[in-house]
């Protein structure tokens, strides 16, 4: 066993010698000498192992199957994983999936024919994008084991694909792509000069350059050119190229020249239905969005040169009636101011555009007005050439402006009409109701004495019609008495200041929660804010909600609970009662003044107090509305206003 262990050796140490001198090339193999495989298959000594693992090329000895015997530290590394884990696995599992047919065609080729062959796939690699390699494999150990000898191409592979990249972009671009030497030869065209000028490429390149270039387009060109030579970076330009039908195309360029190895780099784009739009439909162009009005056209002088049907139709002239006529008396008449005048000759003079409202007559001397707006044309020097007019017709809108201004001064009229109405019935409902008291006074008193003084002698009937009438004054009395509170809210509207709703509260809850006829109430609330508002009219928005709370308890203990919460332009406050509720068809009903859901043997009172509440709400900019369920208490919710 050792002197053919020695006879490896021997081989071995020739091969890795060849194979050092030449680091990117696998080490030879031979394919025909059975002995030579079993040899290059025995182990290696240990002083050419570095050698073996340092080598800048991967080794990997597969078996038929394809799994890993053997790999050397280059390879772990293409594949970015420890050598130890690689030993035992399937070498395919380490190709990209795209490229698994092609190295499945190679494998079995080195196998089946015995002769060294190669392929470029690319690799798996835990730490960064697909390594591409070059693999050459030659079988060993009597077709039972192959080497496969890898070195990493993917900077070509890189390379190879941006070449391709910028020669695709190259192929397919719409723009002329060129270069040309320092003498105006071409060196390189791309297929847009055929498919925009229709010569051949062989008809192109075969041509100087100067040769394809409008004649009233050289001189300027070649200009460009000189300037080029001198000059660093890129330079915009336009000229004219002959087509081989006779007709010209203009392009715009965008040229650089390398002085290094004397080339001059174009590509240009066609802008021939551009330059026609520019140069021949120019003003057909600006007109074609605005035939609906009138539109005129004038040179610099202001004298008409062209007018649309619109002009016709608004004016009732026709164009040869107006040609060569300055358009000036078509904008000023007997009526224009003096200022209007001088502001509409200094833009002529001065050849600016400017916008005006003016009133006219047309032809048959009905008049109208019109929205003028004057536009300067100007050529490619920005020298201006004319003027274009656009003339629209705003006499309907005119007459909605003087229409709405007259219906304001109605309306404001109106509202200070309704002000001093609603002034006087305040006062007149404070008034009447502080004067019915006397007469109420009056009866409720001679009830009482006629009861003192002579009720041993009334019979049951007339005492029960006299508790009658009593009964009637005092809420005669009471309903006066809401009424005169309700006229009282609006008044002293000068009275807001900042109003602190915690102290309020603390009051509400001295009032209703101390001894007193009823249940004692209990009142909850959070820290509340201090709001701009009148004191004493939003005590009695509370003082009202709290009382109809415990009116209207459903059980022993009356509970409210009150919140809030900032909006943008208001507070939103909540008071939520454990009351007998509100059925929703009465939700609107409730805020009506004298509005009552129950008779007065049920619950006492008149039918104001919500409504009073509701025009307090109102006159702080606010809204009041409530959500319940009957048997299961209700929310008030109101705003008021920020700043009132």
Not at 160 to 165: F, G, H, I, Q, S
Not at 360 to 376: C, H, L, M, Q, R
Request: charged share 25%.
């Amino acid at each position: 066993m050792k002197k053919p262990q020695k006879k490896q050796l021997k081989v071995v140490e020739d091969s890795m010698n060849k194979g050092g001198s030449k680091p990117a090339k696998q080490p030879h193999v031979p394919a025909q000498e059975n002995d030579h495989r079993e040899i290059l298959n025995a182990p290696l000594p240990e002083k050419y192992k570095e050698l073996y693992d340092l080598s800048p090329s991967g080794y990997f000895t597969l078996d038929k199957q394809g799994v890993i015997l053997d790999l050397n530290l280059s390879a772990a590394l293409l594949l970015g994983k420890d050598r130890s884990s690689l030993i035992n696995q399937s070498f395919s599992a380490n190709i990209a999936e795209s490229h698994l047919d092609i190295f499945q065609v190679f494998f079995e080729k080195i196998f089946t024919t015995g002769v060294k062959t190669c392929c470029e796939v690319a690799l798996k690699n835990d730490f960064k994008p697909f390594v591409f390699v070059h693999i050459d494999g030659t079988v060993l150990s009597k077709a039972e084991q192959c080497v496969l000898a890898i070195a990493d191409i993917t900077a070509r592979h890189k390379a190879e694909n941006e070449l391709k990249v910028k020669q695709d972009i190259f192929e397919l671009s719409l723009d002329l792509h060129c270069s040309t030497d320092g003498n105006g030869f071409f060196k390189i065209i791309n297929p847009s000069w055929t498919r925009i000028l229709g010569w051949t490429a062989e008809e192109i390149m075969t041509r100087h350059s100067t040769n394809l270039i409008h004649p009233d387009d050289r001189d300027s060109t070649l200009g460009v050119k000189r300037n080029l030579l001198q000059a660093s970076g890129i330079v915009n330009f336009e000229n004219r190229l002959l087509c081989k039908d006779g007709t010209h195309r203009w392009i715009e360029w965008n040229v650089v020249a390398n002085t290094t190895e004397d080339t001059i780099v174009s590509v240009g784009r066609d802008i021939t239905e551009r330059k026609q739009v520019e140069d021949e439909n120019r003003k057909l162009a600006m007109i074609a969005n605005l035939t609906v009005n009138a539109v005129i056209l004038t040179d610099s002088d202001g004298l008409i040169q062209w007018t649309n049907e619109g002009f016709d139709r608004l004016t009732g002239y026709d164009f040869n009636e107006v040609q060569g006529i300055n358009v000036f008396n078509f904008l000023v008449r007997s009526g224009t101011s003096q200022e209007v005048i001088l502001y509409i000759r200094s833009c002529f003079k001065n050849k600016k555009g400017c916008r005006i409202e003016l009133l006219n007559f047309n032809k048959s001397g009905t008049a109208y007005w019109v929205d003028v707006e004057i536009v300067p044309m100007k050529d490619n020097d920005n020298l201006v050439t004319g003027f274009m007019l656009l003339e629209k017709d705003i006499t309907e809108k005119k007459k909605t402006e003087t229409a709405l201004l007259n219906q304001n001064e109605d309306l404001n009229k109106r509202a200070e009409e309704l002000t001093l109405s609603n002034e006087e019935l305040e006062r007149f409902a404070y008034v009447a109701s502080h004067d019915l008291q006397e007469p109420l006074r009056m009866i409720s008193s001679f009830m009482q004495l006629l009861i003192r003084n002579y009720e041993p002698l009334l019979d049951e009937k007339a005492r029960e019609y006299v508790r009658y009438a009593v009964d009637g004054a005092d809420r005669m009395k009471m309903l006066i008495m809401d009424l005169l509170e309700y006229s009282r809210v609006g008044l002293n509207k000068d009275l807001f200041q900042q109003t602190d709703l915690n102290e309020l509260l603390q009051e509400m809850d001295v009032i209703f929660s101390g001894p007193g006829e009823g249940h004692r109430l209990i009142l909850q609330y959070p820290a509340m804010p201090v709001i701009f508002a009148n004191r004493s009219q939003v005590m009695q928005l509370f003082q009202n909600l709290l009382g109809n709370a415990i009116k209207y308890q459903a059980i022993d203990q009356p509970i409210v609970q009150i919140s809030w919460e900032e909006q943008p332009q208001h507070y939103l406050f909540r008071v939520t009662d454990n009351g007998i509720g509100i059925a929703p068809k009465y939700f609107e009903k409730i805020f009506v003044l004298f509005q009552r859901l129950h008779v007065k043997e049920e619950y006492s009172g008149t039918g104001i107090g919500l409504a009073i509440c509701k025009k307090i709400v109102e006159l702080h900019g606010g809204t009041i509305w409530v959500e319940s369920t009957e048997g299961e208490g209700s929310t008030f919710f109101f705003t008021i206003r920020k700043v009132a």
